[in-house]
């Protein structure tokens, strides 16, 4: 057993060993202290800043058509319930309409659409989520907002919650992982890998990846730059984006304009241009049949006396939350990792058989950041924001990520390679960059500048902002790392009712010092310093305190050949330890996200998670005799939108 959440031991003990060390540590861990102080200076800037009341209604309403409905027009029992709206969920959606079954989808978050994200802190603000290290949420009328930030003991997890799940603030980049990340995958998804690549075209097919266009006619500042940092030492790649950069309409019916190139991407495509869960997979189920709810926190699922399943949910949507259940042959977990582990686990609480490694292996898909600040040339790296887009001519920022630095080498071991992108700052954060990237590049920056031109460049960004001097001037570089099984160590535990997480030592040293040293030695070759990692490198502790910052939780619920090992097995259906097999099954219960992931992808993995949910679809419909169409265009029409 863990001794402490932070020192030594067995990372492997059993969850209930775990999560009481993790209480027991809870009261003077250091660590755990300094999360709270977070969270309060979280909580003072909210109140200082903010134009509206925390939890409020959007500032600006749209006309774009919604695909959500009323709640009161929720059925008793469906032959599919989909738990989430995120890319395994939206799959699962999608293809279950598609196959003639009754769906219906249940969304956390509330349906945001083009022309009501945020475009300024004030608008962010009261759309601002906090889990707290206990656990609760803050503030406690905002369950469904829109920035979700959970700040457990050592690790910082930021996702979307909206219909359309992460895709709404993600970077949206397609990219496959080294093959060699399968090989901790179940052996029937290795003895059988075309069903995968199937999976990936048909997702393809959807999600309409592809690279930046007009590099030769309007060049992007930021991929220039990290062509340049990456130097001779990595494989330098214009990134697969799921983008729309010519107007068109695309085979959902929708009209998409072409990407403005604001870099707004992070905070919510106020344009059309990205290609969000909005765009395709879930107008696809709405015109198929699906029925669309939002602002539903699904509790925990049971067992239907003589087959099914029974769903449990608080409504949200009403000034008084009220309890609401509904049935249904099928139910798949979709809401993430942390969000489907949490519905398992309750469920678990409340019955349900399921292996004791429900809630472990965790990790954040090597997430890493750095900064190169304060280099020789303009990078142009915030987004517009507020500002008007005739102000950004010539500093196009391009989408959130355009360009990659590979350095994941079959020749090397799988858990030396990683990749780097660049990232683009929305432009309701990008105020916020001018005072902290100065006081980061004196407090953790490598080779600090003393150069009067870059001294005259961090004043210039001081007074005049952040699209002037050294901020427009500094990169931001985001990685991920291929970690093996073992290093995805964390695990989730319901206590008191209250999703608790911890991660125990989430950083290799030696990893990190390595992919530190290739980030410094690129922020060189532009001229700037390297602050590293400034988002979580104040709470980095000498030992074994650390703190980790991901935007790409995976695990929870793993996939595995049995219950031994895993949660689901290869088509994310549910493991059941009450029979006489470790292979059993529980019937019609699956868990199709992120959070069947059974170590870091070491890439963005939206992709590889949209072709394990597309593969599993096309399995579940074949297991009941179903025909799922992937042609027809579907019998409800979306209405017509002039951009």
Partial sequence: ????????????????????????????????????????????????????????????????????????????KYDVVVIGSGY?????????????????????????????????????????????????????????????????????????CGLGGGSLVNSSISIRPDPRVFDSWPAAIRADFASMEAGYQRAQDMLCPNAYPDMATKPLQQAIALQKAAGDEGKFFMCDTNTTFRARVNAQGISQPACTLCGDCNTGCNYGAKNTLLMNYLPDAYQHGAEIFTTCRVQYVTPVAGGG??????????????????QAGIVVLGAGSLGSTEILLRSKAQGLSVSALAGQRFGGDGDF???AYNGDAPIHPCGCGDRPLA??????????????????????????????????????????????????SLLFGKDHQKAIPQLERIAESVVGGPYVGATDHSMIFGGMATFP??????????????????????????????IISEMEAAAKRLGATLIVDPFSNPLKVEGDNQIAITVHPLGGCVMADTSDNGVVNDRGQVFRTDGSAKTDVYEGLYVLDGAAMPASVGVNPLWTISAFAERAAALIAEQYGWRIDYESRGRRAIPKFEW
């Fill in 391 to 440: 102000d950004m001519k010539g500093k196009e920022v391009g989408p959130c990520i355009s360009a990659g630095w590979d350095m994941r080498d079959p020749s090397q071991p799988l858990g030396k390679g990683f990749a780097i992108e660049n990232i683009s700052i929305p432009g309701a954060f990008s105020h916020l960059l001018s005072d902290i990237f100065p006081a980061a």
């Fill in 309 to 326: 399943w029974q769903v449990t949910l608080t409504y949200l949507g009403d000034d008084a939350p009220r309890t609401l259940t509904v």
């Fill in 88 to 160: 395994g969920a939206s799959v699962s959606a999608c293809r279950m309409a598609r196959a003639g079954k009754s769906v219906c989808v249940l969304e956390l978050g509330k349906e945001v659409v083009p022309g009501e994200y945020a475009k300024d802190i004030a608008e962010v603000l009261p759309e601002l989520k906090l889990t707290l290290p206990d656990g609760s949420v803050w503030p406690q009328n905002n369950r469904s907002g829109f920035f979700d930030f959970s700040l457990f003991k050592n690790v910082i997890v930021w996702k979307g």
């Fill in 1 to 76: 057993p863990i001794p402490s959440i932070m020192g030594g031991g067995d990372l492997r003990a059993p969850p209930a060993a775990a999560a009481a060390a993790a209480v027991a540590a809870q009261g003077a861990d250091p660590m755990a202290a300094k999360m709270e102080e977070i969270a309060h200076k979280i909580k003072d800037y909210v109140a200082k800043h903010r134009h509206v009341d925390v939890g409020g209604a959007a500032q600006r309403v749209s006309a774009y058509p919604r695909i959500s409905i009323p709640i009161g027009q929720l059925k008793p």
């Fill in 369 to 371: 950041f750095g900064i």
């Fill in 485 to 514: 099984p073992d290093d995805q160590s964390g695990f989730m535990q319901l206590v008191d009712d209250r999703l608790q997480c911890c991660w125990p030592n989430p950083i290799d040293p030696d990893h990190n010092k390595y």
